[in-house]
């Protein structure tokens, strides 16, 4: 073949006097976390659920820290009483109003809630749901009976109890309400004066023998506060209650103390400072659910975490000498393993609470539950994970450069690994919050005496008026259900955004 003659000038090098190098790159690198970052962030459903448990953790923090009452604070008259907010109610919108609905109330209930709200200035009448109707003959005559289904706010229709006091408290509570202008003590009704009715402290007008109102002729109730002078208590000198011309008496003496009329209401604000609101209402033990959700979750939360961190602890590196040097050594351990597993969880921590509980204390004996076979989930995970990557081409060739079995496990093939048991250690986290509050729902695990509360236990307390006050169970339930769905969601997005196979990859 003859080839075309070329000139030799087109031979001249065009780099003969320069330094050849690598041309920079033109885009910017991304490191491993900001690649699993960016990644992370594409799954919408995981980022939504990131935020969820952000706005948990915030509330479990916060919630105890701005709620104005404590764990210990439980108050036995408002129990199971609905979320309550009088700022809210006062606009009747229908919620934060303390509702809860009073069927087949007639006309006696009716003057009785009327009585209340005369008295103490606070309605507890919210709202007449139904009006039924019905003609009945009485003494040869037809007349209408009407029975109502009302709902009424349970703060208000507190209205007014039967108190002892000391002298001094008494004195205490007249100085008080002449500093803030808010009537504590009413005028004292004689059971004598309205037919021995000694337990409805809120019938302060006159009745019939059956309790019934009497109004006058103009449908007024007519005051029966006593102006009695004997067995009078302590000396009254503080505010009246309107129509009061200084007769009536506000205490009787009870064995060295005073037996009067208090509205509780504004007792409350008396002894507490403020008034009783309830943002999520009130449990079983009369304690503010908001603020117990927090303390409970704040265990629990907690608790998961040290779990977890426990567990990746001792299943990484059983898990890592298993995969990594097989063979007798593997065959050993997964027997141990096996025979750990065995152990039924709920004996475990059954048995624990029996006999090593009184000796550590009921926390660490659960933790220790916890600890004997938690990890055997991560170590199997992590053996698992070893066994695929020993083998690769990457794990060759260090070995064969002369890295070392440590270097090997933990440099090179654990953060291979790391996303799978991340995800896993994600999972771990809700898992154990389950069974912790499944544990103290059923009252196998008592923590009261070293959290205050869980979220179990609120649980439990709500089902013992979960038709009467459904909020009791609905907010305790609604708290965890978020938290396990949210953490079960957060954990694919951390599996997907950690996978080494998936780096770099535009989605």
Known sequence: MEYEHI??????FTQMDASLHDTKLETKSRSYLADAFLRFRKNKSSVVAAIIIAFLLVFAIVSPIISPYTINQKDKFYQSYAPFVRQIADMKLGIFDGATTRPSQNEKSMLYWRGIAEETGMDPLINILETTSTTVVYRGKEREEYT?????????????????LSYDEFDRIQAWQDETGIQVIYPYVDPADIHGITDHPNIWYKV?????????KDGNLVPVYSTKTQNTGAEYHSLRIPGDDGSYVYSTAKSGAVQCRVCYYNYYQYLYGHEPMYLMGTNSMGQDLFMAIGVGARFSIVFAICVSAINLFLGAIYGAVEGYYGGAIDMTMERISDILSGIPFVVATTLFQLHLAQKVGVVPSFLFAYVVTGWIGMASLTRKQFYRFKGQEFILAARTLGASDGRLMFKHIFPNSIGTIITSVALVIPGVISSETQLTYLGIINL?????TSIGTLMSQGQVAMTSAPHAIFFPSLFVSLLLISFNLFGNGLRDAFNPTTRGEDD
Not at 208 to 216: E, I, T, V, Y
Not at 448 to 452: E, I, P, R, T, W
């Open 7 to 12: 000139p030799a000038e087109k031979f001249t």
């Open 148 to 164: 109502y289904t009302i709902e009424t706010n349970q703060y208000y229709e507190k209205g007014v109890i039967y108190l002892v």
């Open 208 to 216: 019939d023998s059956s309790g019934a109102a009497q109004p006058d």
């Open 448 to 452: 009261s005496d070293f959290a205050g």
